[in-house]
Nanobody, 121 residues
Framework: QVEFAESGGGLVQPGGSLRLSCATS?????VGWFRQVPGKQRELVAL??????NYLDSLEGRFTISRDDSKNTVFLQMNNLKIEDTGVYYC???????????????????WGQGTQVTVSS
């Protein structure tokens, strides 16, 4: 079992930036950042291994995922934030995923509490 603790969310105006952090209890091979909006399915927005990253196409290059394995931490830099980026962001370990990131399967670990991102003017 791997544990996750997300932080770094907050209230930001459209066009602003935030950097989310995900502290893990180990160094999972693949870690993804997910976004949950009330009433919608949880969405995988980015994932990273130690040598590869992948992103949801709709992000248009605004997000960057990175990891510091020496600190067991995965980051999500979010720039030019839009109102539709609002949601609770989680990180988790992935087992399988499609290249477009719209289908995926996570490991049977407990989900963290997530961190709220609110983009509003």
């Amino acid at each position: 079992q791997v544990e996750f603790a997300e932080s770094g969310g907050g209230l930001v105006q459209p066009g602003g930036s935030l950097r989310l952090s995900c502290a893990t209890s180990g160094n999972p091979y693949v870690v993804g950042w997910f976004r949950q909006v009330p009433g919608k399915q949880r969405e995988l927005v980015a994932l990273a291994t130690s040598g590869m990253t992948n992103y949801l196409d709709s992000l248009e290059g605004r997000f960057t995922i990175s990891r510091d394995d020496s600190k067991n931490t995965v980051f999500l830099q979010m720039n030019n934030l839009k109102i539709e980026d609002t949601g609770v962001y989680y990180c988790h370990r992935l087992i399988t995923w499609a290249p477009h990131l719209r289908t995926w399967k996570t490991a049977n670990d407990r989900w963290g509490q997530g961190t709220q991102v609110t983009v509003s003017s």
